[in-house]
């Protein structure tokens, strides 16, 4: 017998955890179909030999009262699961200076830059300035009324008039010293500054990094499980190892879809929570190629090596920061343009997090474990070895053993030789857990060309069919994501009048 549901979700990254639940909260009977053994896309946690790793995430912003995902967590019903320990101590390692920080949030940081470059404090102050006005523009946007509407170049005017501006533009524009600009380049992207989007910029640093960043205790993971346990308590169903082969449609409009296994569920609204590409390919043929067409031109983010290691040394007794972010190389734009190349440099720029620092239960007394991630590109090496898999295991082992010892020579002496075990995952892995095409670690390119509104919007051409996640609006990350779900849900919930 077919199954009916009022909506189905394909997909448990943030924005289709986020969606399913706010649909089931609201009454509507919801569907969330996952491919893998455990929901939370990128937002997972898995073990090893006593100890517990995160997937990609090192921190989280927003958490904060009154941040955007406190709000979300709080909307599903799924705060009170999780306990957000405040990051305090974060080292930026610079080629020629370094930046320390012992208290979080943005302001924090461009306290201890203005100690740095007191020369540069007009242009900080400007720069923390125009980032202000741009979250208050997107938050009204968000709570957009009919006479805002009217008066709209009036009311939103930094979101005109820097639409297509770059980090680049407003760096150059406001500061004289490269190093302040390296600086403030230092942000959860792929981009360099000439292709990064300073609209782009400005949102993630007021919604996610303003009120500082926390970690949820337990492990990133805790959040897509305390919302995958929101939505069951809701009554809604979650199928694990469940992959959809194709979205039915009939009569121009969505009306379910059919598993890899055979099975059918059927339901008017179908939300995704994949790639785009991905998503095209699962419709049927004839709705394909112009799909298809609306997604020409779309860029992807680069995606990352990560390194997961397990020490017996005592990394709280050497005065470790939770996150160290190591850059070797002066030249952002150079080292883009490697990346392009399917290059990396020959010291990459390596962002370490020690979690056990701030949970020790994540591992067994005594011992620590960290996780090291480096942004490189899908084609490294003929896309990690050319699908001959010696040529991988020896590229991946050789990548391995780099960033060990440039992290024994820049931040942990000695690490060699006390390292108990160690794993790594490729943009390979990345891709074949997620279904991130390329491994896209943060979704789509944050590009002028891609922000806001020129970003693929939550309901597509096809009645009845929405998409959410860091591919959609707003942006990328777990705030990003969250907020693509919550907006897509509320898009849905107008509709039917269940607001």
Avoid at 91 to 108: A, D, K, W
Avoid at 203 to 220: A, R
Avoid at 463 to 479: A, D, K
Wanted: charged letters at 20%; glycine letters at 10%; aromatic letters at 10%.
């Amino acid at each position: 017998m077919v199954k009916t549901y009022d909506a189905i979700v394909i997909g448990s990254g943030m924005g289709g955890l986020t969606a399913a639940c706010l649909l089931e909260k609201k009454g509507l009977k919801t569907l969330l179909l996952e491919k893998e053994k455990q929901a939370g896309g990128y937002v997972v946690s898995f073990k090893r030999h006593g100890f517990t790793f995160d997937a990609t995430g090192s921190f989280v912003g927003g958490c904060q009262e009154g941040g955007e995902l406190n709000q979300i967590l709080k909307e599903i019903g799924a705060y009170e699961e999780i306990e957000f320990i405040p990051i305090r101590h974060i080292r930026n390692i610079y080629p020629g200076f370094e930046v320390q920080l012992r208290q979080g949030g943005f302001h924090s940081y461009t306290d201890a830059l203005l100690n740095l470059f007191p020369e540069e404090e007009k242009g900080l102050k400007a720069y923390l300035s125009l980032i202000q006005q741009i979250g208050e523009e997107v938050k009204s946007y968000s709570e957009i009324t009919l006479i805002k509407k009217i008066l709209f170049p009036f009311y939103f005017r930094n979101l005109i008039r820097l639409h297509r501006t770059s980090h680049m533009e407003i760096l150059n524009r406001l500061f004289r010293g490269g190093e302040i600009k390296m600086a403030l380049s230092t942000l959860p992207i792929t981009d360099p500054p000439s292709r990064l989007s300073f609209l782009f910029t400005a949102i993630m640093v007021s919604k996610s990094l303003m009120g500082g960043v926390f970690y949820p205790k337990g492990g990133t993971g805790r959040i897509s499980e305390a919302m995958a346990n929101s939505f069951l308590r809701s009554g809604g169903e979650i199928h694990l190892q469940t992959e959809v082969d194709q979205i039915l449609i009939k009569d121009g409009r969505v009306e379910g879809v059919l598993t890899k296994d055979g099975e059918i569920f059927q339901a008017p609204l179908v939300i995704s929570n994949i790639n785009p590409n991905l998503l095209a390919k699962i419709l049927p043929f004839e709705f394909q190629k112009s799909f298809a067409k609306k997604l020409r031109g779309l860029e992807y983010s680069l995606s990352g090596f990560l390194l997961y290691i397990a020490t017996d040394l005592d990394l709280r007794k050497m005065g470790l920061p939770y996150f160290t972010y190591l850059r070797f190389l002066s030249d952002l734009e150079e080292e883009d343009r490697m990346f392009q190349r399917g290059e990396v440099p020959k010291n990459p720029t390596t962002m370490v997090s020690i979690p056990t620092l701030v949970d020790p239960s994540l591992a067994p007394t005594g011992q620590h474990l960290l996780k090291a991630l480096v942004t490189v590109p899908y084609h490294y090496q003929e896309r990690w070895g050319g699908g001959d898999p010696v040529k991988y295991r020896h590229i991946k082992e050789e990548f391995s053993q780099k960033i060990l010892q440039q992290l024994e020579g820049k931040l942990i002496p000695g690490l060699r030789n006390h390292v108990l075990f160690y794993e790594a995952a490729t943009p390979l892995t990345l891709e074949r857990y997620t279904g991130n095409e390329m491994g896209a670690i943060y979704g789509l390119a944050s590009t002028p060309q891609q922000v806001g509104n020129l970003r693929p919007p939550h309901q597509t051409s096809i009645p009845g069919l929405f998409q959410v996640g860091h591919y959609t609006r707003p942006s990328h990350g777990i705030v990003g994501a969250s907020l693509s779900g919550f907006i897509a849900a509320r898009i849905i919930l107008q509709k039917l009048h269940r607001v």
